[in-house]
């Protein structure tokens, strides 16, 4: 299994890459959806996210394709992600090429549903991700509720 998996909170972490022969272990590790925020061939001998997907289904994870390409994070991704994480009854993995978009999109998503921008940045620092480009979303976001 891909030993970068940098938990977030109790039920969001994000990862580089994942294989499709990291799934079992994933599931093993109490996951129970994964997200792939990664758009299939933005580099070569990515795996397919298909293929992702069936070892994902196979391991009993419900999966999620929700790529973040060039054009960024916009309404549709941000809808996505948001009901992946709501619809998830557990914790869920959600992955990019370095878990930057997905920690990104989490971020976003969490401040879309309430949760407080100094928190969510708190958090996405802990495991080494630094939001302060993002803060002024966060913070916008958080004041339209």
């Known amino acids: 299994m891909t030993s970068d998996i940098r938990s977030l909170n109790d039920r969001v972490a994000v990862a580089p890459q994942i294989a ?16 792939n925020n990664r758009p299939d061939g933005e580099e070569p001998g990515q795996p397919a996210g298909d293929d992702i997907r069936a070892a994902a289904e196979a ?14 994070i916009g309404q549709a991704e941000l809808d ?19 878990g930057t978009r997905s920690c990104n999109l989490w971020a976003l998503a969490a401040a879309r549903v309430g949760r ?7 958090q996405a620092g802990a495991a080494g991700y630094d939001l302060s480009a993002l803060r002024p979303t966060l913070d916008a976001m958080a004041t339209r509720r």
Not at 20 to 35: F, K, R
Not at 62 to 69: D, N, Q, T
């Open 59 to 72: 391991a009993g994870l419900s999966y999620h394709a929700v790529p973040v390409g060039r054009a960024g």
């Open 80 to 98: 996505a992600m948001t009901a992946a994480l709501a619809g998830a009854d557990g914790p869920v993995l959600a992955y990019c090429r370095s």
């Open 20 to 35: 499709a022969g990291d799934l079992p272990a994933i599931a093993a590790a109490g996951y129970v959806a994964i997200v």
């Open 116 to 122: 407080d921008p100094a928190v969510i940045a708190a």
